[in-house]
């Protein structure tokens, strides 16, 4: 196996992208969007749907938005004509090189990186439309550049959020602690192996917000206020 092959990969995918994109990567979208980034049992997609119901009330100015999460790779599938068992290879963190490697060799499906950066261009198509909201997977990296995004991020300490899953699913305290590590690990390394970055570093957002002290009711507002913002400028 060639040790640099994912790296040669993501340059030349990164340049052709360059290359031909001032679309992808400067398209000016007509109307806002939303990232968001989640630290494990912060309330993510609490804080997305609720965006997407006081949005969509009546007589909001800003109807007609979606949440996308786990769903955006089922659209990506759909937009690719490629079969829905595919999703399996694509959790929110890499697929082992192994088992991505035997896959192409035996043509059970695309390579993992195409995968991925088809899932990253759906993002960018989705946010280019505008009116979504767009949970993990590295969204805020994936369409970095594309105007009128907002990008969130929801943080607590463990413990409170350990409480979540104590409360929501019935686990053990040690449980919901394990849970959150793994899955905040998981992120972690999806984020660094497809977008060479730190999913962790504030200044990749527009806001991070601390749930344990901020209310989800609260966090609608600040991120509300935040999206007129900047629709006025880019108006």
Known sequence: MN???????ADSYFNAEWRDSRSPWSAKPAQPFVTISRESGSGGSSLAHLLVRKFNGAG????????YAGNVITRMLQANHLPDELARF??????PEINASIGEL??????????????????????TEGHVVLVGRGANFATAGLGRGVHVRL?????????????TQGWSTAAALAHIAKCDAARRRY?????????????AYDLVINTAHV????AVELVAARILARSSVAA
Request: glycine share 2%.
């Open 155 to 167: 943080i607590a300490p463990p413990d409170h959020r350990a409480d979540h899953f104590v409360r």
């Open 60 to 67: 909001s100015e800003h109807s007609g938005w979606t949440v």
């Open 191 to 203: 984020v660094a192996a497809n977008f060479n970055a730190r999913v962790d570093n504030p200044s």
């Open 90 to 95: 694509l959790p929110e963190d890499r697929v």
């Open 215 to 218: 209310s989800l009711a609260e």
């Open 3 to 9: 040790a640099h092959l994912p790296l040669e990969r």
């Open 106 to 127: 035996v043509g059970l499906h695309p390579s993992i990186w195409e995968l991925v950066q088809k899932a990253n261009a759906t993002m960018r198509q989705l946010a």
